[in-house]
Every structure is written in C-alpha cells, then in structure tokens.
C-alpha cells in the first residue's frame, strides 16, 4: 500500500476469474508517467466527460457511484466527481501516484482491470481512452467485461470505450508530436505497425528535453483488436444487455451494457 498526501492507494484483490499467479506488468513505465499529461494537454477531458455523463443519465439517471477501470492520472474521474462518487483501478502506480496528486480523498486502487475485487459495487463501471485494448485478448476482454459486471450493483451499467477494429487499424503510418512548456519539450514518434491479424503495435519513441538534460526511451504498445462480435459475446457471457452508440466521445462509438434491476 502506498500513500500520496492525504490518498491512500490500495492493491486490489484478484478476482475469482484470475487465470493464473503470474502478474501483469504496468502498461506504462514511470517515465512516461512523468509526461503523460503533458503529452494529452490538447485532449478535451471535460467535453468527453460530459458526454459519459450524458449517457449516464439517459441510461441510468440514478446513478452516483462510479468506477472508472485503466484510470491513468485520473483526468476523467477529476471532472466526474463534480456529479459522481468516483474510484480509480489502474496497473501503473507511477500513473496513480499522479492522480493522487490531483485528486485528494480519492479511492484509488492498482489492479488489472481483468482479474480484481474491490469487495464493493459501483452504480457505473467504464473504460474509457481505448484502454480497453490493452487487454489484447479476447479470453481477456471477456474476464475484464465479466468483472466489471460482478462490480455493478443491480441496474448499474459498464461503459467501454472501443479501440479500432481489425478493419480499420491503420499499418506502415508515420505519427509525430511536439509539446513545449516552461519546463520541458517532449516529441514522440511512431509508426504503427500490425503484428498479427488481430494485435496493433505502437513502438513509440520519446525525446524530452529540460535544463537538466534530454533523455531518450521506448514505450512499446501492443493493443488488442476487437470486433463487435468480440464485445457483443463478452457482455452477453456476463450477463448485461448491450446498447451501442456509434458515435461516442471521441467518434469512435461506446459499448454500454446493462445489468437487470431486478438481480
């Protein structure tokens, strides 16, 4: 357990779904915790929280809890809060140490969203950002689906912000940024790769430079290519209804399933 000002942060328990004792390594490494908000300054966090709002209260106005899995530095749950009781599960303890920063008070646990247990359940379970293609596997896109699930209380909803599609991955395209502020420059480059029929790769390379030096490091992303198929039969294995929205946040649609309120 490890502690950030007045925030505790908690290991979550593994589920009851939990394949083996091997442990999932973070997704990202603690240096491009140190510039991942930097690097997502342009991102509309509001707006798009905004949006799942919206959702929210369309299909569960009820709704005040809210659990929201691969939470990051916590930019989402910062503008839930102003309407929900918010928690966090990430794997990255670099990236939550950031969150606790920002949001004191705040349950924040490290966990893999695919195997945990918080002993509780939540009005509302999402994933938002395509992080749910850090799952890679569809076995393991239906274990984080099923346990999210068995965190909704009766009625509750998951919400799953999709990656692209097998059909829709782009392969062999050069992407380039560049962020500046008082303290630092940061480019970062990739050109996105396809390792197999159904995984999409990012090696992405970053410069960031300070008066202290310019440090060079490799974040190599290997994400997951899900179909409809793939979330349809996840949410069906756990129980919940599904509704799609073919538009969602940021364009590229939103998986919302949700459980009877007569359970």
Same mark, same amino acid.
């Given at each position: 357990? $490890? ?7 908690? *290991? +979550?328990?593994? #589920?009851?779904? /939990?394949?083996? &004792?091997?442990?999932?390594? !973070? ?5 491009? +915790?140190?510039?991942? &908000? ?23 106005? /009820? ?11 916590? %930019? ?11 928690? #966090? ?9 950031? /969150? ?10 490290? $966990?893999?969203?695919?195997? @945990? ?32 699930? %068995?965190?909704?209380?009766? #009625? ?7 990656? @692209? ?20 420059? *940061? ?7 396809? !390792? ?12 960031? $430079? ?9 974040? &190599? ?17 756990? #129980? ?5 929205? !073919? ?17």
């Amino acid at each position: 357990m $490890g502690r950030e000002g007045s925030v505790h942060i908690t *290991i +979550a328990h593994k #589920g009851s779904n /939990a394949r083996d &004792d091997r442990s999932v390594p !973070p997704v990202y490494a603690a240096k491009l +915790a140190d510039v991942y &908000d930097a690097i997502h300054s342009g991102k509309d966090y509001a707006r798009e929280s905004g949006y799942l709002l919206d959702v929210v209260r369309r299909h569960h106005p /009820a709704a005040r809890t809210l659990l929201e899995t691969a939470c990051g530095t916590g %930019r989402f749950l910062e503008a839930l809060q102003v309407e929900m009781e918010v928690t #966090g599960l990430d794997l990255s303890p670099g990236m939550l140490a950031r /969150a606790a920063e920002r949001m004191p008070g705040a349950a924040l646990h490290v $966990g893999d969203m695919a195997e @945990f247990s918080l002993g509780k359940t939540f009005d509302v379970v999402c994933c938002l950002f395509r992080s749910i293609a850090y799952l890679k596997t569809s076995d393991r896109l239906a274990d984080a689906i099923g346990t999210m699930a %068995r965190h909704l209380a009766p #009625g509750g909803i998951v919400v799953i912000e999709p990656f @692209f599609t097998p059909e829709n991955f782009w392969v062999g395209r050069l992407t380039c940024n560049h962020h500046r502020d008082e303290s630092m420059d *940061i480019t970062w480059m990739y050109a996105s790769e396809r !390792p197999s029929s159904r995984l999409g790769r990012y090696p992405i390379h970053f410069l960031v $430079g300070s008066d202290a030096g310019v440090d060079h490091f490799v974040e &190599d992303h290997e994400l997951g290519l899900f179909t409809p198929h793939d979330f349809q039969a996840a949410f069906d294995r756990a #129980g919940l209804s599904l509704v799609y929205d !073919p538009v969602g946040p940021t364009g590229i649609g939103l998986y919302i399933g949700k459980r009877s309120s007569r359970e």
